[in-house]
T-cell receptor, first 114, second 117 residues
Framework: KAGVTQTPRYLIKTRGQQVTLSCSPI?????VSWYQQTPGQGLQFLFE???????NKGNFPGRFSGRQFSNSRSEMNVSTLELGDSALYLC?????????????FGPGTRLTVT | AQKVTQAQTEISVVEKEDVTLDCVYE???????LFWYKQPPSGELVFLIR??????QNEISGRYSWNFQKSTSSFNFTITASQVVDSAVYFC??????????????FGGGTRLMVKP
């Protein structure tokens, strides 16, 4: 099976702009989670989607949003970008509830905000 | 709230040495899952192992072994006869089984392992 894919791999944006990142999960996986990784804060959970519904959300401002499509592909959006949003954004897919299956991560999208 | 602590931020060993990466966790749930992931320089997190809170058996996979002890809330990871290819950042993570938590992983800060030839 193909792994988790994320596009684009690299992005450079300017403060105030918005950005959309895309994630395609492993075939058959219905749960998609997003994480932000920065040197200062480490790996932090953003949100999880299952069956097109947001199942859980981390402690991030409303500028961070996401959605999931019927084919389980997911997008996350960050509006009004700030310098602190520069990070590696990782998407993970798993089979989904009810139990916590292992999550398989994509290669990430490295976002730089200037 | 759940928390994962990896006290060792960086470890350096010489090839063929054994090395243990420590992980201590906190949770109020009685049912939870523990994970280890490897992050090589390429950046992708590679899944290594998942254990549930009811299974305290130690596990061995090749040169890798894991020691889960509920009494000390620890889930330590040992690499035997380390190799240069083991150089990476290793993350321990926790997921609670209650419905509100979903699949959310709480990660430790990571341990950077450098294996020198």
């Amino acid at each position: 099976k193909a792994g988790v894919t994320q596009t684009p791999r690299y992005l450079i944006k300017t403060r105030g702009q918005q950005v959309t990142l895309s994630c395609s999960p492993i075939s058959g996986h219905r749960s998609v989670s997003w994480y932000q990784q920065t040197p200062g804060q480490g790996l932090q959970f953003l949100f999880e989607y299952f069956s097109e519904t947001q199942r859980n959300k981390g402690n991030f401002p409303g500028r961070f949003s996401g959605r999931q499509f019927s084919n389980s592909r997911s997008e996350m959006n960050v509006s009004t970008l700030e310098l602190g949003d520069s990070a590696l954004y990782l998407c993970a897919s798993s089979e989904g509830p009810p139990i916590s299956y292992e999550q398989y991560f994509g290669p990430g999208t490295r976002l730089t905000v200037t | 709230a759940q928390k994962v602590t990896q006290a060792q931020t960086e470890i350096s060993v010489v090839e063929k040495e054994d090395v243990t990466l420590d992980c201590v966790y906190e949770t109020r749930d009685t049912t939870y899952y523990l994970f280890w992931y490897k992050q090589p320089p390429s950046g992708e997190l590679v899944f290594l192992i998942r254990r549930n809170s009811f299974d305290e058996q130690n596990e061995i996979s090749g040169r890798y072994s894991w020691n889960f002890q509920k009494s000390t809330s620890s889930f330590n990871f040992t690499i035997t006869a380390s190799q240069v290819v083991d150089s990476a950042v290793y993350f321990c993570a926790l997921s609670e089984a209650n419905n509100n938590a979903g699949n959310m992983l709480t990660f430790g800060g990571g341990t950077r392992l450098m294996v020198k030839p």
